[in-house]
């Protein structure tokens, strides 16, 4: 199993540490229902005041504890986000400057916010409803002891609140996708409009492109409000659902005291336990937008691993001597374009030099992309030292190649090229381009 997956088992011991705090946080939990039987049960029945005492200091002492487990695991999950963070971030970074230099490349930082994404997520509060979750079946085990009335009841707004869930979900996550899509549209045209500002101020088309963007903008925004809206809603009835939920056990549980001689130490309990069961479900829902944002980053960031696992590993290669040699490379911008070169071919020998001259479009920048290994002919093969090109990694193959622009032009200007030179066949690429 490759993607994130692989990167995931990584910072595992982090998930491990949250579900150990987990388990000791719920069973903690226990404590004030616990506290509240003994009180009705026991301190009233026996007016003892020394038992209130212990009772008292012994469940003050125990939910100190489970602050500072609420303050590790809150730790943790944060130490788990910058882990997820740094194994990440490097290779997405590399692949992303790839991809944004290759051909048609999407030049933005998109799956950098991704990482972010989910860094922020799996550091937040939001994941923490997963965790205590699964504790809220073992709360509902407890209430069903206490009286199977109870239980039904207990099981019955589970369920509602669960159903409350999976709604918000399918009517949420299609306009979340779709706000996420349009917002990251319009951030690659501002960034793409940024970088050019000079251009668009002193063309006066600053005007044209707030025209051009806000409809794309506007699109996110409105697909938010209603995304906002909808959750808003589930939120507002998961949270006055608890509420008659723990009226009704309240109601459920004065019954039986009456009926069924069932103490109101254990009545109460039972509707304290309730709110702690279904707790984490108001919480999910109220952090779906978050985990339906986190999801999809997740997504975005498997299928790019994925892709970056298939790719063969290159071989590694000693120093070059400089050898360059181009066979046959034919290269165009799109399928079916008229070739900007057409079946180039020559061979360069270390210290030899080649002007390339010509008048602008004639592809003197395409054949210097294609030597230095940023785009890939469309046929035919470039090679350094007899090795295809394609075969070197970008990092060790820059340590041997490079641009000086600098050099070449004072080169230029000492020998006044003022206009076209032609070498012998057979010389080499200098740079002077």
């Known amino acids: 199993m490759g993607g994130m997956a692989q990167f995931l088992r990584q910072a595992a011991m982090f998930f491990r540490f ?215 809603t589930a939120l507002a009835l998961s949270k006055g659902l608890r509420q008659v939920l723990q009226a009704l056990m309240l109601a459920t549980g004065a019954y039986l005291v009456i009926v069924d001689n069932l103490s109101s130490g254990v009545m109460l309990a039972a509707t304290i336990l309730l709110g702690k069961a279904t707790a984490p479900l108001e919480l999910a829902i109220g952090g779906w937008r978050n985990f339906v944002e986190a999801k999809a980053a997740y997504l975005r960031l498997d299928a790019l691993l994925k892709a970056l696992q298939a790719k063969p590993e290159p071989m590694p290669l000693p120093a070059p001597s400089g050898a360059l040699a181009l066979e046959g490379v034919s290269f165009a911008l799109r399928k079916g374009d008229p070739p900007l070169l057409r079946g180039v071919s020559f061979a360069l020998q270390p210290g030899e030099c080649l002007a390339v001259v010509g008048p602008s479009g004639a592809g003197k920048s395409t054949l210097l992309r294609l030597l230095l290994g940023v785009w890939k002919p469309q046929s035919g093969t470039v090679r350094l030292d007899g090795a295809d090109l394609q075969q070197w990694q970008s990092e060790r193959l820059g340590e041997h190649v490079g641009v000086d622009a600098r050099e070449e032009l004072t080169r230029a200007a000492r020998l006044k090229l003022t206009h076209p030179v032609r070498l012998p066949e057979g010389a080499r690429v200098c740079g002077y381009l």
Request: charged residues 15%.
């Open 18 to 232: 949250a579900w150990a705090f987990s388990l000791f946080i719920n069973l903690a939990l226990l404590l004030s229902p616990l506290f509240m039987t003994q009180v009705y049960d026991r301190v009233l029945t026996s007016r003892s005041l020394p038992t209130l005492v212990v009772l008292t200091v012994g469940v003050c002492v125990a939910l100190a504890f489970y602050i500072a487990l609420e303050v590790f695991r809150s730790r943790v999950l944060v130490q788990a986000g910058l882990a997820t963070d740094q194994l990440l971030n490097g290779l997405v970074l590399r692949e992303s400057f790839e991809r944004a230099a290759g051909l048609g490349g999407v030049r933005h930082a998109a799956h950098v916010r991704d990482v972010a994404t989910l860094r922020q997520y799996l550091s937040g509060t939001g994941l923490h409803a997963f965790f205590d979750a699964p504790w809220g079946l073992a709360f509902l085990v407890i209430i069903y002891l206490c009286h199977w009335l109870l239980g039904a009841v207990a099981l019955f707004g589970m369920f509602l609140m669960v159903g409350i869930a999976v709604w918000d979900h399918r009517r949420t996550q299609p306009l979340l996708l779709q706000a996420q899509e349009a917002s990251r549209d319009s951030a690659r045209k501002l960034d793409a409009a940024l970088r050019n500002a000079e251009s668009v101020q002193a063309m006066g088309m600053g005007a044209a492109f707030a025209e051009h963007w806000r409809p794309r903008h506007e699109d996110s925004l409105r697909a938010l409000a209603s995304a906002g809206n909808h959750g808003g």
